[in-house]
């Protein structure tokens, strides 16, 4: 079950009798971000990441751990950016295109320092 405090004691007490024996192990945002420590996950992934260990069919069998919390926290970051649009200025695009189009014909790069300069005037303009 996946929710607040208030909705998962109200969820117990219509469920179970209070002589009911049973674990409960329970899973915080802090203990994903803790799992997740060099992934920095916002807020917002790590509520997502909490919401997906519900959905986990298997997790009563074979449990959650820091391994499958990781995965679940790459799935959440690739579905987001998945869905993530960029904008920036028709200047700007014609010069990375350019620039990507340099790189494909002669197979290495332009010189990075004159691409980086290339690119900054195009934002400006």
Not at 26 to 48: K, P, Y
């Amino acid at each position: 079950m996946h929710g607040n405090v208030n909705e998962i004691c109200a969820w117990l007490l219509e469920t179970f009798q209070p002589d009911s024996p049973f674990t409960i192990l329970v899973w915080t945002e802090e203990d994903v971000q803790d799992c997740t420590d060099s992934m920095a996950l916002t807020e917002e992934e790590g509520r997502a990441v909490l919401a997906e260990i519900c959905e986990l069919g298997d997790h009563q069998r074979y449990g959650i751990g820091r391994d499958a919390i990781r995965e679940l926290a790459c799935q959440v970051r690739r579905d987001r950016q998945a869905g993530r649009h960029v904008t920036l200025p028709a200047a700007s695009l014609a010069v990375l295109l350019e620039l990507a189009g340099k790189t494909n014909e002669t197979g290495k790069g332009t010189d990075a320092e004159e691409a980086i300069h290339q690119a900054q005037e195009a934002m400006r303009g």
